[in-house]
């Protein structure tokens, strides 16, 4: 079946830090990939997604490349900022699980001063 | 993108009681609606479908009679959680999956989510 699996967190950064969360998937198929955001007390929102092989998902500052041969989407960031503190969670659409989202289990990143 | 709502963003309630949580879609007619369960610094876990017109598709291991799932209009589905215990006290979000007018198909719109806490 379908798997996602992301660095364990939390992450604390300095601010203007370089951010790297590593995922990686299992799947059958050719999912979607997706990076979503979830800040303090609220519900998750899109950060970015790519849809194939060598595709680059960027937002806010954020990017992830979809690597096929190695079955990874990174996110990473150049520089962070305190407003980015949330819980990153990294999942996958394929129609061959169902037409399901499949998450990672999150990992939280703190971005102090 | 597509504006998904939940009502109540959070309730208390005692043991044993029956709690109704709504899933709207604000922008769009929405025939399928998904419900999850997110435990404390964990990820989140898929539920059921909720279907316009016909039953809720339930995940293995999740119990139909404890948590009634009814999409009642192309826009609300509800999930109502039954004679509830301490256990089932969790972050409970639904989602819309966008439309090829709204996003696309893959993509989906997650609501707030609603804060259950069972004394």
């Known amino acids: 079946g379908n798997s996602v699996t992301q660095m364990e967190g939390p992450v604390t950064l300095s601010e203007e830090a370089f951010l790297t969360i590593n995922c990686t998937y299992t799947?059958?198929?050719?999912?979607?990939l997706f990076w979503y955001v979830q800040y303090p007390g609220e519900g998750l929102q899109l950060l970015l997604k790519?849809?194939?092989?060598?595709d680059k998902g960027s937002n806010k500052g954020f990017e992830a490349t979809y690597r096929k041969e190695t079955t990874s989407f990174h996110l990473e960031k150049g520089s962070v900022q305190v407003s980015d503190s949330a819980v990153y969670f990294c999942?996958?659409?394929?129609?061959?699980?169902?037409?399901?989202?499949?998450f990672g289990t999150g990992t939280q990143l703190k971005v102090e001063l | 993108g597509a504006v998904v709502s939940q009502h109540p963003s959070w309730v208390i309630c005692k043991s044993g009681t029956s709690v109704k949580i709504e899933c709207r879609s604000l922008?769009?007619?929405?025939?399928?609606m998904f419900w999850y369960r997110q435990f404390p610094k964990q990820s989140l876990m898929l539920m059921a479908t909720?279907?316009?017109?016909?039953?809720?598709?339930?995940e293995q291991g999740v119990e139909k009679d404890k948590f009634l799932i009814n999409h009642a209009s192309l826009t609300l589905s509800t999930l109502t959680v039954t004679s509830a215990h301490p256990e089932d006290s969790s972050f409970y979000i639904c989602?819309?999956?966008?439309?090829?007018?709204?996003?696309?198909?893959?993509?989906?719109?997650f609501g707030p989510g609603t804060r259950l806490t069972v004394l």
């Open positions: 999942a996958l659409f394929s129609t061959g699980g169902g037409n399901k989202l499949t």
């Open positions: 989602s819309v999956p966008g439309t090829s007018g709204i996003g696309s198909t893959d993509t989906q719109y």
């Open positions: 799947a059958t198929g050719y999912p979607s």
């Open positions: 922008d769009f007619q929405a025939t399928t």
């Open positions: 909720s279907n316009e017109g016909s039953k809720a598709t339930y």
């Open positions: 790519a849809t194939k092989a060598d």
